[in-house]
Nanobody, 118 residues
Framework: QVQLQESGPGLMKPSQTLSLTCTVS??????????WTWIRQPPGKALKWVGG???????YYSPSLKSRTSISRDTSNNQFSLQLRSVTPEDTAVYYC??????????WGKGTLVTVSA
C-alpha cells in the first residue's frame, strides 16, 4: 500500500519561496500510469488543485498558480516537490500530496499546514 508524507516549513513570511517535499513509500513514483499531485485547502475553503508530475516526469499546473509554481521529482529518493514563489497570506493552507489515477486520487498524505504571516 502506497503511503505519502509531506514535509516542509510550517511558518513563512510574505515574499518567501515555499518548498514542500512528498516522500512516497510502498510504490515508485515512476510506475506507469500514475500521477503525483499537490492539492491545498485554505482555512474554511474548498480543496484546490495546485499541480502535479506524471510518472514520466511531465508537469502540469493550475493556471491560476502556474506563474509561481514549480514541481519536480527526485527518483532516487522516491520524492516529488513543490516550490511556490512569492507567497502571500492567501497561500496559507493545508498542503496535501496525493497519487492520482485516471479515476481520481487514490492515496493521500496527511497534509501539512503552511501559514504565511508577517
Amino acid at each position: 500500500q502506497v503511503q505519502l508524507q509531506e514535509s516542509g516549513p510550517g511558518l513563512m513570511k510574505p515574499s518567501q519561496t515555499l518548498s514542500l517535499t512528498c516522500t512516497v513509500s510502498g510504490g515508485s513514483i515512476t510506475t506507469n500510469g500514475y500521477g503525483w499531485t499537490w492539492i491545498r485547502q485554505p482555512p474554511g475553503k474548498a480543496l484546490k488543485w495546485v499541480g502535479g508530475i506524471t510518472y514520466s516526469g511531465d508537469t502540469y499546473y493550475s493556471p491560476s498558480l502556474k506563474s509561481r509554481t514549480s514541481i519536480s521529482r527526485d527518483t532516487s529518493n522516491n520524492q516529488f516537490s513543490l516550490q511556490l514563489r512569492s507567497v502571500t497570506p492567501e497561500d496559507t493552507a493545508v498542503y496535501y500530496c496525493a497519487r492520482s489515477t485516471p479515476t481520481g486520487m487514490d492515496s493521500w498524505g496527511k497534509g501539512t499546514l503552511v501559514t504565511v504571516s508577517a
